[in-house]
């Protein structure tokens, strides 16, 4: 029996999008990685490397055209789509003062309504189907907000209230939607953070230690796998929610 999953995984040039593509490759499924430009020749031949097959598919999901082409191409070449990850996202930190109108349209239209996007397509798919698994990334400040991140926290949390109604929407057909809410990541963003900064966030995490994408990675195989979680949000954070 072939157990090999055709998984779509958005954002997966770099950071958790990359390590989430990476951990299907590995496991040997069909995974399409997705970004706005074209992936470096050293990241593909990593992913070739795999025993997976990837196939990368170019493009912005804030684009509604792009978001059923994508979808509508991996169905192609295929012929099914088991698991769709919403990851793509971007921040545009501002003070609400001084906050932008583009700085706060721009992080909606990619976070939450690319997420819709490719979810509104992906689930035509799936209904036929009567199987499939919805991941979208959400993140811990969408639960508990942020300094200078209205936007952002918007965007996430929104995405956390349209998981749970596609979840409920989907269930009668055995299709399962869950979000995962990431807490402070290493990743390029962390790296350019002071050491003052860095203390005062490892302050708020009773693990103190900052999270690794393959932990993110971890959850999203693990939800892939179920059949009974569905509308949930797992908070992959190191305790940091606990704190408020």
């Not at 990593?46 to 097959?53: A, I, Q, R, T, V």
């Not at 109108?101 to 689930?123: H, M, P, Q, R, W």
């Amino acid at each position: 029996m072939d157990n090999t999953k055709t998984v779509i995984v958005t954002g997966s040039s770099r950071g958790i999008g990359k390590a989430i593509a990476t951990a299907f490759l590995k496991e040997g499924h069909n995974v399409v990685v997705n970004g706005r430009k074209e992936f470096p020749s050293d990241l593909m031949d990593y992913f070739n490397s795999l025993p997976g097959k990837a196939h990368p598919i170019i493009g912005d999901i804030s684009d509604s055209a792009f978001a059923k082409k994508l979808i509508k191409e991996t169905k192609k070449t295929f012929k099914q789509i088991d698991v769709l990850v919403n990851n793509a996202g971007i921040t545009k930190d501002n003070l609400i003062i001084r906050m932008s109108d583009e700085e706060f349209n721009s992080t909606i239209d990619v976070n939450l309504k690319g997420t819709f996007y490719t979810t509104k397509e992906v689930a035509k798919v799936m209904l036929k189907q009567r199987s499939g698994h919805i991941i979208n990334i959400s993140s811990v400040i969408g639960v508990v907000g942020n300094v200078g991140q209205a936007n952002y926290a918007a965007s996430k949390a929104g995405v956390i209230g349209f998981t749970k109604s596609v979840a409920k929407e989907l269930a009668p057909r055995g299709i399962t939607a869950n979000a995962i809410a990431p807490g402070f990541i290493d990743s390029d963003m962390t790296t350019v953070l002071t050491d003052e900064i860095k203390e005062k966030t490892l302050n708020l995490i009773p693990l103190n230690r900052l999270g690794q994408a393959e932990d993110i990675a971890e959850t999203v195989q693990f939800l892939s796998n179920q059949n009974y979680i569905t509308g949930q949000v797992i908070h992959v954070d190191g305790g940091m929610v606990m704190n408020g």
